[in-house]
């Protein structure tokens, strides 16, 4: 460590940190745009810049290295001036709509505007526009309100490593596109999300769904039945305020029966059934020699990467839907006959942290005689819009159980938010299906955590150990997918989640690159999973139930019917 | 095996600093990057097809549409702006109803600005299919282009 | 090429390690021969670079070649690069055994029978001469005047520009015979890259791409990155509009060029060297292609150059039209097959450059030089210059100046001389306005700065840089405003879009220049639009400094810069631009109005037939009228008519 002087200040920095970092670290404030934690710097927004003695012009904090000795002002004149001017002339091309945009209240434009105390138009001229892009069922694109800033374009490229945006034209006329600017539709887009997560401005968004499912709600021939994926209750206090990672789920289902949903069931429940499904698959495929290894198939995304880039392992993917889907499948079959509704009459929505789901509803395989099984999805900051358009607050309700038939879940189909967590779950009851007996050693401490890429051996018997490994982010599925091509052979299972961290650093999630959320929704997960009483799928009694009246038996025809599915190979696409 | 796979050939192991190279050739070849090539280019060379576009279009000499019959560059450096190339430039555009880097609907004209054809002495230049037009007026465009159209009608 | 010539060209490369004295007589008369000075028959050359293929060298060779078949004449045809006098282009000398050679201008395919008719009759015609090239071993002709002493080349100091037009770019033994190569074999045998580096910073050269960097210093830096592989790199984009100087280098010298990369390469310890050469520059990528590949058969590229160790492979790479990737880290990322965007600087190309690996990057000029300075050592070389400028600096001077063309000069010269002596004054013998040094990045100097000295430093002073050496020359007929207009244009259609205050400052103050030569008709009817002008007016030197301040690359820092000169120098130019809404020079076509003068107008519809956008109104026989908003003021109506009746103003 060494001295530096910021703002007249002495603070510690050390060789191989940026300005930025040091001041971070140190509580200095320095306005960003394009700086993207964990990524290399790009030095594009211009607006971190800050005066450094000795140098000529401004420099920018994100891209310098801290040297001892340096004598930095944050906030001199020529500083501000430089930041407040940058904004200004984005704003000088941006459009004027801000009180009708989706992201009134939560823009960083904003922000930056009224930190730096924008108060008039100085710079006039055209404004770019540009037509939306609603090809997409699941992200809109509105490049009119692009700021250039580069963060979408590098995530899909560098953490989802799928680019299927970049950077079109040059100078005045860059836009952000899809290659010969087709439709996202068109495009090799996996609707992860990731890219909406890191917008600054309103340019990127969920296609929203919440008007349909209001008109639902508000439709009295319909019994609107909404699920909530594992990630939502530990995340969804977030949005109000509450500590990162508390679990609300009891107020959750409160709140939302207070919206008008007349049945509430957590996708725990379909997580469990998906468990009994594919931990069967993989019994079945390792005692009969089938493909190995399977592949597990609950993230849409990795499902579409998988059709485009590696449509060799077509075979080796688990023919299990996701939970989301299981649930819509038994919700429109086994829930209809038990309550005696038509399906039809059924709107079934899913709040997810994910924007690919929104896409996996519409895949015409989910689609049963012209009727979806899922007809809408909701991504977390859509349910949190929805609970304040409705004037409601988390604190408004009592704490509510969900309801049957498919109330109950174990604690394994919880942990499916965390990456690894199916993994665990899976290999819990797997070992049952193997040894006819309960895993009790059941943490897998090896497969937890936000790294991408994680390995664990389990001996299952004495002459059965099975590999398993866990991807999260696409670039790390690339990784243990190349080396199974180049012809790696101990791996008898693979979980992949498309975003980094799985399903808890979701598309739908809230805005932004916050691991220390992260962090927190993932240890609420696992804290959950430590003190439940049910933690193993095939315990939940709900479980036991629909099999026992209804499919019969994991991969039994009824099971195949309804909670599998086939996928097609995408190789046409512009990739 | 095409004239795109020769092309192709040229660069075995080919890693992404050979990208422009062969979009250098391929354009020569082709006279334009079309979709399917630019398709073709992203699986040899293992890029997404966004990035070979994005790059493409960053730069001043890849077109995505075949040139017209009778390619017409205006040089606008500072000797021919000074002459007076602006208005020409300007002429064209409203003559042919198409903006530089456009071919037209016909495909008989296409438009291209260069910045600089190095024939200062003889501003304001252009060329049509490389032959040179030296001390061009916008009084003079009217007619250049009907004495093309003409050629176009012979050579029907 | 017989295989007899071949051996002599090996012969003469293995000599190079032989001090010249020691070398064999017969090669000795070999060299003469390279030299020019020993002609068996007449030789006739002719200057086939770019603008002189444009001014129609192309047909005058052809028409010399058929001339010389019809004659029976045995003579050889030497084709030269540009030796910098482009405004009598085309230029054609002759030599006869014996005697000097004898420059002629101005010599189009018509004109090349009467010349060598003339020539070969024992008459040197007066019309169309320039004069002869001083030689001491040659019988000069009486009563002509020596070439070095023409006006034109007769302050110049021409080192780096030596060979241009002189000798045939493609003949590796021409530039051995001019001591090319010599620089080379004394540093490879003598000196460590180290030393050499100590060598050119002590000669002062400084980069002459336009930033003026000390050269020897950037080499000393990446010299002192280890790794397993470096990279050189040469700058041969040039895309300053209005300069020409590399271009005519690498087409009349390109083996200079390449020595001075070699030496370069050896100094900072890389075994590969680039040549980031722009698409538009066909002949010259040609002549360098074609000076590579007679290098490397000669083993002055590849291994173990002239058995020192040392090993370099030079490739080309096309630039595909982008100015910025002029800017070292836009080029290194063009290299790599991305959008030439520039990287984050630290870290500097020296430590992290070309994928990564310490690199060094040099404009073509500069490399230039570096032969002279190894054959020469750097006391020779910052034997001329000014305190903190040595050496000379090729200029490409064009605009409203007699002689238009490529010149050097030492540095410290002042403009007077390079405006008046060198380029003959202005054209049509109207008043000098401004010049303008540096093209995009670059300022204006007014008249009353005529007398500054051409020196990095003191240019800063007045607002102008020295830039590559585009160097244009405005009469009183130039706008100010429209020049800054122009070279605004030019930056924001060449910005990369990377960065906000490059990508959207230029373009406002763009389209603040755009607000201010546009007419009344053509603005916004809504009452705020003169307030906006004037508020963007206001806020255009604000935004400048932003610009200047916080833009990514020099591109942007640099881009504010014609604006910010011709504002300091030219205030009342934009002022009556904005106040008064006219344009004093007559330049700004949409603040000129046009009238018709109902009195002399007969009402004969042929401007209306003119009119390309159908302005004119009017019947028949009936003074016609100019409907204000639909004129694009291009001028034809008052071309055409012939009763003086359209008024302008």
């Known amino acids: 460590m060494f001295e530096i002087q910021v703002n007249d200040k002495t603070i510690k920095a050390k060789k191989g940190e940026t300005i930025l970092d040091a001041c971070k670290r140190t509580d200095i404030y320095i306005p960003t745009i394009c700086y993207m934690e964990g990524l290399e710097p790009t030095g594009a927004c211009r607006v971190c810049v800050v005066e450094l003695e000795g140098q000529d012009g401004l420099v920018t904090a994100c891209a310098t290295p801290v040297e001892e000795g340096m004598e930095i002002q944050t906030h001199s004149q020529r500083a501000v001036r430089a930041r407040k001017t940058n904004i200004e002339l984005i704003l000088a091309d941006h459009p004027d709509d801000c009180l009708y945009c989706v992201r009134n209240g939560d823009c960083e434009l904003q922000v930056l505007a009224e930190d730096l105390g924008v108060r008039q138009r100085r710079y006039f001229g055209d404004k770019n526009e540009y037509d939306l892009d609603d090809s997409s069922p699941a992200i809109k694109r509105d490049p009119s309100k692009c700021i250039l800033c580069g963060k979408c374009v590098r995530v899909c490229e560098e953490v989802q490593t799928v680019s299927a945006i970049d950077f079109v034209n040059r100078g005045s006329e860059t836009i952000v596109d899809t290659a010969y600017e087709e439709g996202l539709n068109l495009s090799n887009c996996v609707y992860c999300g990731q890219c909406v997560r890191v917008c600054p401005t309103g340019a990127l968004r969920e296609q929203s769904h919440i008007k349909e499912v209001k008109e639902a709600i508000n439709n009295p021939d319909k019994m609107v039945v909404v699920q909530n994926a594992p990630s939502i209750s530990v995340t969804i206090g977030e949005e109000f305020g509450l500590r990162k990672g508390k679990d609300v789920v009891g107020i959750m289902n409160g709140v939302l029966r207070r919206l008008g949903f007349d049945r509430v069931f957590p996708t725990s429940f379909s997580a469990d059934l998906t468990i009994m499904e594919e931990a069967a698959e993989l019994v079945e495929r390792i005692e009969n020699d089938g493909d190995l290894p399977l592949i597990t198939s609950c993230s849409p995304g990795w499902i579409k990467f998988m059709e485009e880039y590696y449509p060799d392992f077509i075979d080796n993917v688990s023919t299990c839907r996701s939970p989301q889907q299981m649930m819509g499948a038994v919700i429109k079959s086994y829930f209809a006959e038990e309550e005696g509704i038509d399906p039809e009459n059924i709107y079934s929505v899913a709040i997810m942290p994910c924007t690919a789901k929104k896409f996996e509803a519409e895949r015409p395989e989910h689609t049963r005689g012209g009727n979806p099984d899922i007809d809408a999805v909701l991504t977390t900051r859509e349910f949190a819009r929805m609970i304040e358009l409705a004037g409601l607050d988390l604190s408004d309700a009592e704490p509510e159980g969900h309801d049957t038939p498919f109330g109950e879940r174990s604690s394994a189909g919880k942990i499916f938010g965390a990456s690894g967590g199916v993994m665990e779950a899976a290999v819990r009851t797997a070992y049952n299906f193997i040894t006819g007996e309960d895993l009790e050693d059941m943490d897998l401490e090896s497969v937890r955590g936000l790294n991408g890429v994680k390995e664990a051996k389990i001996q299952i018997t004495e002459d059965l150990e099975i590999g398993v490994a866990v991807a999260s982010g696409l670039k790390n599925a690339r990784k243990i997918l190349d080396q199974v091509k180049e012809g790696r052979d101990d791996i008898h299972f693979i979980e992949v989640m498309t975003c980094p961290g799985g399903c808890i650093n979701g598309g739908g999630q809230p805005r932004g690159m916050d691991m220390e959320a992260v962090k927190s929704r993932m240890k609420a997960l696992y804290n959950i999973d430590k003190t439940d009483k049910v933690r193993r799928s095939y315990e939940n009694n709900a479980i036991k139930r629909i099999y026992d009246e209804f499919l019969g038996e994991p991969l039994s025809e009824k099971s195949h019917e309804l909670l599998h599915t086939t996928y097609k190979k995408r190789e046409d696409v512009l990739l | ?156 | 090429m017989p295989n007899t010539s071949t051996n002599i060209r090996s012969e003469l490369v293995q000599s190079l390690n032989k001090n010249p004295g020691d070398w064999s007589q017969d090669l000795q008369d070999e060299l003469k021969n390279y030299q020019h000075k020993e002609l068996e028959k007449p030789i006739i050359y002719i200057g086939t670079g770019t603008c002189g293929l444009g001014a129609g060298a192309g047909d005058t060779l052809k028409e010399v070649k058929d001339y010389l078949e019809r004659n029976d004449i045995d003579a050889e045809v030497k084709e030269v690069g540009c030796i910098g006098f482009c405004v009598e282009e085309p230029l054609v000398d002759i030599q006869l055994p014996g005697r000097t050679r004898v420059g002629f201008s101005e010599i189009t395919e018509d004109k090349v029978e009467g010349l060598l008719d003339s020539v070969f009759n024992g008459q040197i015609p007066a019309e169309h001469l320039v004069g002869q090239f001083k030689d001491q071993d040659l019988e000069p002709y009486e009563d002509i005047d020596y070439i070095e002493d023409h006006p034109f080349f007769r302050n110049q100091t021409r080192r780096v520009l030596e060979n241009c037009g002189r000798v045939e770019p493609t003949s590796l033994e021409e530039y051995i015979a001019q001591d090319g190569f010599q620089g080379l074999a004394k540093i490879l045998r003598t000196t460590t890259p180290e030393e050499l580096c100590d060598l050119i910073k002590d000669s002062g050269l400084r980069g002459r791409g336009g930033a003026g960097f000390p050269t020897g210093l950037k080499w000393k830096f990446a010299l002192d990155n280890a790794a397993e592989q470096k990279y050189f790199i040469c700058n041969a984009d040039e895309g300053d509009p209005g300069a020409f100087m590399d271009r005519a280098v690498i087409e009349g010298d390109p083996y200079r060029l390449l020595e001075g990369m070699i030496l370069g390469s050896y100094a900072i310890g890389a075994s590969k060297a680039i040549v980031y050469i722009r698409a538009e520059y066909p002949l010259a990528i040609t002549r360098l292609n074609h000076a590579i590949s007679v290098l490397k058969e000669e083993g002055l590229l590849g291994d173990n150059i002239l058995n020192s160790g040392f090993n370099l492979e030079i490739k080309i790479k096309k630039g595909a039209g982008a100015f910025v990737c002029g800017e070292e880290t836009a080029m290194i990322n063009s290299i790599q097959g991305k959008r030439g965007m520039p990287s984050p600087r630290p870290p500097y190309p020296a430590e992290k450059g070309l994928f990564n690996k310490p690199t060094n990057i040099n404009n073509v000029e500069t490399l230039a030089n570096v032969p002279g300075i190894a054959r020469n050592g750097p006391e020779w070389f910052k034997s001329i210059g000014t305190e903190d400028s040595k050496g000379t600096k090729v200029f490409a001077v064009s605009g409203d100046v007699k002689n238009t063309g490529l010149l050097e000069v030492e540095m410290g010269v002042r403009l007077k001389e390079i405006v008046y002596n060198i380029g003959g004054g202005i054209a049509d013998d109207n008043e000098f306005k401004a010049a303008q040094i540096g093209g995009p990045s670059g300022g204006c100097v007014p008249k009353q700065h005529l007398d500054i000295e051409i020196d990095y430093e003191t240019l800063q002073e007045v607002g102008a840089v020295m830039g590559s050496g585009g160097l244009v020359i405005m009469d009183e007929n130039t706008c100010m405003v429209d020049v800054a207009k122009f070279f605004m244009d030019f930056i924001q259609r060449e910005s990369c879009g990377k960065c906000i205050p490059c990508r959207e400052g230029t373009r406002r103050m763009l389209d603040t220049l755009k607000a201010i030569t546009r007419s009344r008709s053509q603005e916004d009817k809504s009452k705020h639009e003169s307030l906006k002008r004037f508020k963007s007016v206001v806020y255009l030197k604000r935004l400048a400094n932003v610009i200047q301040d916080s833009a990514h690359c020099g591109l942007g820092q640099t881009g504010p810069n014609p604006v910010l000169s011709t504002l300091r120098w030219f205030r009342d130019e934009y002022e009556k631009h904005i106040y008064e809404r006219t344009c004093p020079a007559g330049v700004c076509k949409n603040l000129i109005t046009y009238n018709v003068d109902e009195d002399k107008c007969v009402g004969c519809t042929l401007c209306a037939q003119k009119c390309p956008s159908d302005a004119i109104k009017g019947k028949q026989q009936v003074p016609h009228y100019i409907v204000d908003e639909e004129c694009v003021r291009c001028g034809q109506c008052v071309e055409v008519c012939r009763f003086d009746a359209i008024n302008v103003k």
């Open chain 2, 1 to 156: 095996m095409d004239s795109i796979d020769s092309i192709l050939e040229k660069y075995p192991n080919a890693g992404r600093d050979s990208l422009i190279p062969i979009l250098q050739e391929v354009q020569e070849e082709e006279n334009y990057l079309s979709k399917d090539n630019v398709k073709r280019i992203g699986k040899y060379l293992g890029l997404p097809t966004s990035k070979i576009y994005g790059v493409a279009t960053f730069y001043n000499q890849f077109r995505f549409e075949a040139l017209g019959n009778y390619h017409i560059q205006i040089c606008r450096g500072t000797a021919c702006h000074v002459k007076g190339s602006e208005q020409v430039l300007e002429e064209f555009k409203r003559e042919l109803d198409i903006e530089p880097g456009e071919t037209s609907r016909n495909g008989d004209f296409s438009l291209e600005i260069v910045s600089c054809i190095g024939a200062c002495g003889l501003a304001p230049v252009i060329t049509v299919n490389g032959e040179v037009h030296s001390k061009v007026q916008p009084g003079d465009v009217k007619d250049i282009i009907k004495n093309y159209r003409e050629e176009v009608k012979e050579n029907a």
